[in-house]
């Protein structure tokens, strides 16, 4: 499978570092990265991309946020998915994902690893958690890096490069698909559009 190459789509970099260690974790490449403009764009344009999902593989990752089913979503924004693509949905944030490995996320951020939730997806706000935990991170790169410097912020001014970081060098998929069905989904279905798609070229 390794000669397989696939498009992705996703709201910003975190989502891209994600999509791209999924893509290389199930042992394909990753082609050129779409979207990366937020929600919204990927919303504008998500029948192209299944249009163009007719003939070769497509990844489409956004998350839940504030919806309430991560089903309904999808046959909202995209009904009838063309035989190569993979539209999946981050149970509630892409972060969601990356807490769910939990061994490693202690381990890069130097936080105690049973501060982390055993169940991600019922988290309401991960990114919120993130910034919580960083607080009581024993590295001060990555209190300053994550923690807003005050009041105005959400997060910290590092808080996408660290993350990518994390998911791209340290993230483990096998690990975090035990702790997150919808991570577990989302590579089961990257598995099935690429071996449909390799069997039919």
């Given at each position: 499978?390794?000669?397989?190459?696939?498009?992705?789509?996703?709201?910003?970099?975190?989502d891209k570092a994600v999509a791209k260690k999924m893509v290389s974790y199930i042992g394909a490449s990753c082609l050129r990265?779409?979207?990366?403009?937020?929600?919204?764009?990927?919303?504008?344009?998500?029948?192209?991309?299944?249009?163009?999902?007719?003939?070769a593989p497509w990844l489409v990752l956004v998350d839940l946020d504030r919806c309430q089913c991560a089903p309904k979503l999808k046959g909202k924004?995209?009904?009838?998915?063309?035989?190569?693509?993979?539209?999946?949905?981050?149970?509630?944030?892409?972060?969601?994902?990356?807490?769910?490995?939990?061994?490693?996320?202690?381990?890069?951020?130097?936080?105690?690893?049973?501060?982390?939730?055993?169940?991600?997806?019922?988290?309401?706000?991960?990114?919120?958690?993130?910034?919580?935990?960083?607080?009581?991170?024993?590295?001060?790169?990555?209190?300053?890096?994550?923690?807003?410097?005050?009041?105005?912020?959400?997060?910290?001014?590092?808080?996408?490069?660290?993350?990518?970081?994390?998911?791209?060098?340290?993230?483990?998929?096998?690990?975090?698909?035990?702790?997150?069905?919808?991570?577990?989904?989302?590579?089961?279905?990257?598995?099935?559009?690429?071996?449909?798609?390799?069997?039919?070229?």
């Amino acid at each position: 499978m390794a000669a397989v190459s696939r498009t992705v789509a996703v709201e910003g970099l975190v989502d891209k570092a994600v999509a791209k260690k999924m893509v290389s974790y199930i042992g394909a490449s990753c082609l050129r990265v779409c979207g990366l403009k937020g929600r919204d764009q990927i919303r504008r344009k998500i029948a192209g991309y299944n249009n163009a999902a007719r003939l070769a593989p497509w990844l489409v990752l956004v998350d839940l946020d504030r919806c309430q089913c991560a089903p309904k979503l999808k046959g909202k924004w995209l009904p009838a998915p063309t035989p190569y693509m993979c539209f999946r949905v981050a149970v509630r944030t892409i972060e969601a994902w990356l807490l769910a490995d939990a061994k490693n996320f202690a381990r890069f951020f130097n936080i105690p690893e049973r501060l982390l939730p055993s169940h991600p997806k019922s988290v309401s706000d991960p990114k919120h958690l993130i910034v919580t935990l960083a607080k009581q991170s024993r590295k001060r790169d990555i209190r300053e890096g994550l923690v807003p410097a005050d009041s105005s912020g959400v997060v910290g001014p590092r808080y996408t490069t660290l993350l990518s970081e994390f998911a791209s060098a340290f993230g483990d998929i096998r690990a975090a698909c035990r702790r997150s069905p919808s991570l577990q989904r989302a590579v089961r279905c990257l598995k099935t559009v690429l071996g449909a798609y390799g069997r039919s070229t």
